[in-house]
């Protein structure tokens, strides 16, 4: 993580220029902060809450410029810093309910509202319609974010996880171990108990 006195300069410097950011350069910083983190003292860990309030100040201002990409970013860096206010995330997801969003920007949003524990109907159903709608266009990683959020906030949707589960099933071996486990942890949690897909799953976390 960043020393405590780059990541205070920073955090300071960015709270001086905030009032200036676009939805695009709140949601960089808020990335490279939460991705990079910090070396965890009494005066980084007030920082890092002071700084991220006033971007979720900032990002409820401008919310409605925010893209897929942004509204999705922002929603895992906060996830990632475990700053989780409900009221915040009920607006990115409305945002996020009329973005355009690619099937990667829509898995990490559904993978940041099932870490935070945030069953947000609405999304979850838009969420999962992009899916279906877009089912040729999935990928390994992409299939076991979705497969692990949607399993963890145990959602009721039988379609979305028959749609999963003949990805699972037609490109079993592309996926990573990491990412079978997702796979079969998502599927457990939802009770979704396909013969064909328990034996695939099996099959390669035994190989």
């Known amino acids: 993580g960043m020393a405590p006195a780059v990541f205070l300069a920073g955090a300071q410097e960015t709270l001086r220029k905030l009032p200036e950011f676009t939805s695009t350069s709140l949601a ?117 974010r979705f497969t692990w959020a949607y399993g963890s906030l145990e959602v009721i949707d039988p379609e979305l996880f028959r749609t999963l589960s003949q990805f699972v099933q037609q490109n079993v071996s592309g996926f990573s171990v990491a990412d079978i486990s997702s796979v079969a942890t998502g599927f457990a949690r939802a009770s979704y108990a396909e013969p064909a897909l328990l034996e695939v799953v099996a099959e390669e976390a035994l190989r």
């Open 28 to 144: 960089n910083i808020a990335w490279a902060f939460a991705k990079h983190g910090f070396e965890s003292s009494e005066s980084t860990s007030t920082s890092a809450a002071m700084l991220f309030s006033k971007i979720q100040v900032r990002a409820g201002d401008i919310m409605p410029y925010f893209s897929g990409w942004e509204v999705s970013t922002v929603s895992w860096a906060f996830v990632a810093m475990q700053v989780i206010d409900e009221v915040f995330f009920t607006r990115l997801a409305a945002r996020a309910c009329v973005c355009i969003m690619t099937l990667q920007n829509a898995s990490t949003m559904a993978w940041a509202f099932a870490v935070a524990g945030i069953a947000d109907e609405d999304l979850l159903n838009s969420l999962s319609g992009l899916v279906r709608a877009r089912s040729e266009n999935l990928d390994c990683g992409v299939v076991a």
